[in-house]
């Protein structure tokens, strides 16, 4: 692993399906975050972590929700998905710091039908 | 509420030729200016960051500048190759959550032809 890791790479899900979205760092970093992206919008914080142990919620959490057992692992769990959830993911890593860059995975492409 | 406006949505280049993207924003108080780089089914990555202080950074071909008076930054592509084709986001940081609260703009899709 070098970097940040999703999976999987691709979903295609039935609405009212219980779904978790994957997210793995080898960096140590300390802040780990999850974006969605959608065409012709920015990137969209739905939580974020600054630390193991601690979650707080970005601009879109509504039907969301995650957890930060340890430092490397930030998964996403989507309890019951509804079409409006179709979107592209992304897991973010960061040290701790505010002029520290991100690093993003691949993303995860999440169809919801 | 914070914003972040890029220009052009798109744009289509010959290969050798330069080109420049630009990013207004309306993020206050302001932390750091990032642009990241983004390929076709792939994450962003990181290309420069930006503070205050900073009018200008570069990374090889690409050259950001920043300008906090009038809240604009460009983005300057010097020689283009295929490979620079992509999106090109502008993301801005603010001071109160800095870390955890970046604005996003739509991106620029840069596409270079032979």
């Known amino acids: 692993i070098a970097g940040i890791t999703q999976a999987p790479t691709s979903q295609i899900l039935a609405a009212g399906r219980r779904m978790t979205l994957r997210c793995t760092q080898d960096?140590?970093?300390?802040?780990m975050y999850w974006y969605r992206q959608d065409l012709g919008l920015g990137l969209r914080l739905i939580h974020y972590s600054n630390t193991a142990g601690t979650t707080g919620k970005g601009e879109v959490p509504d039907g969301y929700s995650v957890s930060r057992a340890n430092t490397d692992d930030f998964p996403l769990t989507l309890a019951s998905a509804v079409p409006s959830q179709t979107s592209v993911y992304f897991c973010?890593?960061?040290?701790?710091?505010?002029?520290?860059?991100?690093?993003f995975g691949s993303g995860t492409r999440l169809t919801v039908v | 509420k914070n914003q972040v406006e890029q220009s052009p949505q798109s744009l289509i280049i010959l290969e050798g030729k330069n080109c420049t993207l630009q990013?207004?924003?309306?993020?206050?108080?302001?932390?750091?200016l990032r642009w990241y780089k983004q390929d076709t089914g792939r994450g962003p990555v990181s290309l420069t960051i930006m503070t205050f202080s900073e009018n200008t950074k570069s990374n090889g071909r690409y050259t950001a500048t920043l300008d906090a008076d009038t809240k604009q930054s460009s983005l300057h592509i010097t020689a283009s190759q295929l490979s620079d084709s992509a999106s090109y986001i502008c993301?801005?940081?603010?001071?109160?959550?800095?870390?955890?609260?970046?604005?996003f703009g739509g991106g620029t899709r840069l596409m270079v032809k032979p």
């Open positions: 990013c207004n924003y309306t993020v206050s108080p302001f932390s750091n």
């Open positions: 993301v801005v940081s603010d001071l109160n959550n800095a870390g955890n609260m970046l604005t």
């Open positions: 973010a890593s960061s040290p701790t710091g505010s002029n520290y860059g991100y690093t």
């Open positions: 960096m140590r970093h300390n802040a």
